[in-house]
């Protein structure tokens, strides 16, 4: 395994991270199995774990807590707040109120005292960037969290988050994770830039694209809507629409480029995903032992030029197959009043 400095906050990381999202009720729930699976990946030499509270509603969290006792010391363990964890109104979001009370039970799930790396899920336009920064500095301050970062931000908010930092003196953030893949380049264009601007370093999610860089989907019969991770998210995977036709239409050109290079198409997608000199880590999410082993196997991949050039002919360079996989919409683009006048406004002055 291979390691590379998150950011510039010292930590020293594995360049494949474990991720925790198919551990409990949406994706392994056999909490045993799920365990032994953490310490395979520990014992590969992966010393980076990412989890968040709205992982299977705080399961994923305990699951995580389990498998590192007695092991908690020698891991940079990281989790994220914003998801909706109840009715209440308030138990969600990016507010002092909810981040403060919520950083205190995902440390009580995880059966520590401290978090290596506490991180925002998602942006929240009713929150103000000050308002969030303060409450986690006071974390940072209080010894509850070493570092804190960002998770799918676009480039603006990232910047504005810095200028906030920097006016204030408050901690910034030090990481953002983003979506990123063959398939999901869109954060070459801005996001990556500024996180190398910022000395951020940038853990990326989904290098798989959900399964579909695995050659599982190679037809629209393969495609299962009512089960799974489809079952949940089913605009990444509904083969009507446009981008995830475009997908399947893919696969089979990139699975050529693989076997010309002597690998499958996993491990091709795997070592795309760290290859960005601006990405620190990949997060892996492996349901199984079987699917943890695979991506293992690929873990010493590294692709050269002329592999790295086919793969821009196939998807040009800061290009999202599908707008429906960058993980957030902007209010301005999802909500149409916002870009509607009033009737009785919209005639030219």
């Not at 009720?25 to 989890?51: C, K, M, Q, Y």
């Not at 509270?53 to 498998?67: L, P, Q």
């Not at 954060?187 to 601007?197: D, G, K, N, Q």
């Not at 196997?297 to 800061?318: K, T």
């Amino acid at each position: 395994m291979r390691y590379r400095t998150l950011g510039t906050t010292g930590m020293q990381v594995s360049t494949y991270c474990l991720g925790a999202m198919m551990f409990g009720e949406w994706g392994n729930p056999d909490a045993g199995d799920a365990i032994r699976i953490i310490h395979a990946a520990l014992d590969s030499g992966i010393n980076f774990v990412d989890t968040a509270d709205v992982y299977s509603h705080g399961e994923s969290e305990e699951i995580v807590g389990k498998a590192l006792s007695g092991r908690r010391d020698d891991i940079v363990l990281a989790s994220k707040v914003h998801g909706v964890m109840g009715d209440d109104p308030n138990h969600k979001g990016n507010s002092r109120r909810w981040i403060i009370r919520e950083v205190e039970a995902s440390l009580r799930r995880l059966g520590t005292d401290y978090l290596d790396l506490y991180q925002i899920h998602r942006p929240d336009p009713t929150t103000d960037i000050e308002e969030t920064l303060s409450a986690l500095s006071d974390l940072v301050h209080q010894g509850k969290v070493r570092a804190i970062g960002s998770s799918t931000f676009p480039a603006e908010l990232i910047v504005e988050s810095h200028w906030a930092s920097e006016r204030r003196g408050l901690e910034r953030f030090r990481c953002e994770q983003p979506p990123y893949s063959i398939f999901v380049r869109g954060i070459e264009e801005s996001v990556l830039p500024t996180c190398a601007r910022y000395g951020m370093g940038v853990i990326v999610w989904s290098p798989l694209a959900g399964g579909w860089l695995t050659g599982k989907y190679r037809s629209a019969g393969d495609i299962d809507l009512t089960s799974g991770r489809a079952s949940r998210i089913p605009a990444r995977f509904d083969p009507e629409l446009p981008g995830n036709q475009r997908k399947l239409e893919l696969v089979g050109q990139l699975d050529k480029v693989a076997t010309d290079a002597g690998i499958s198409l996993t491990h091709l997608a795997m070592a795309f995903g760290i290859a960005h000199p601006a990405v620190t880590s990949a997060i892996i999410g492996p349901r199984t032992m079987e699917q943890l082993e695979d991506v293992l196997a690929g873990a010493s991949v590294e692709l050269d030029d002329a592999v790295l050039d086919r793969i821009d002919q196939i998807v040009p360079a800061g290009t999202n197959l599908s707008t429906l996989d960058s993980g957030w919409i902007p209010p301005s683009l999802a909500e149409s009043s916002l870009r509607r006048r009033p009737p009785g406004q919209r005639a030219a002055s």
